[in-house]
């Protein structure tokens, strides 16, 4: 497979990932998991692999990642009572051309770990307690926004339980 294998999209994903992931040093796989600053990430000239912008997003796009205003959706509280999966891929769609209007290229979210406390700060993010309608109503948030050529990077995986003294806690799993 050539060097370039990567820009072939003739080849299957699959493919293509690896190749690139063979392509790239590991400073440059560094710098990719960074970012160039909270909001975008580095580019890799030497692969052809231009900056691109992220927005927070699990319920609209995000002010203070793009200084632009966007709908307010519900939260994921409020799309996990209505159990309807197909609600929230409609979500997703809408929350992609939003972030394609502004520039952006992925959206931080949907926030993914289970309600298990009313008194975590960020419970409204989440779905669900159950993890079989989290899981359905996840895959169709992500299925939702990649259906607009918008990439969905699902965030807060578990054990995201508290605000108080959210960067000091240590949660062991």
């Given amino acids: 497979m050539s060097s370039s294998s990567f ?12 190749a690139l992931l063979r392509e790239l040093r590991l400073d440059e796989k560094l710098q990719l998991v960074v970012g160039q600053d909270s909001w975008r990430t580095h580019p890799i000239p030497r692969l052809g692999i231009t900056s691109f912008h992220v927005t927070d997003g699990p319920r609209g796009i995000a002010f203070h990642s793009t200084q632009k205003r966007g709908t307010a959706f519900p939260s994921g509280i409020a799309l996990g009572a209505s159990r309807s999966a197909e609600l929230t891929r409609r979500m997703g769609e809408a929350l992609a051309a939003e972030a394609h209007d502004c520039g952006c290229a992925m959206v931080l979210g949907p926030a993914v770990n289970l309600c298990r406390t009313p008194l975590n700060g960020r419970t409204f993010e989440y779905f669900t307690e159950d993890p079989y309608l989290n899981a359905r109503l996840a895959a169709a948030f992500v299925s939702g926004v990649q259906s607009g050529g918008v990439a969905a990077c699902v965030k807060h995986f578990a054990a995201n339980n508290q605000e108080t003294g959210r960067r000091e806690v240590n949660a062991l799993v």
């Fill in 7 to 18: 820009r072939d999209p003739a080849l299957p994903t699959r493919e293509r990932v690896d």
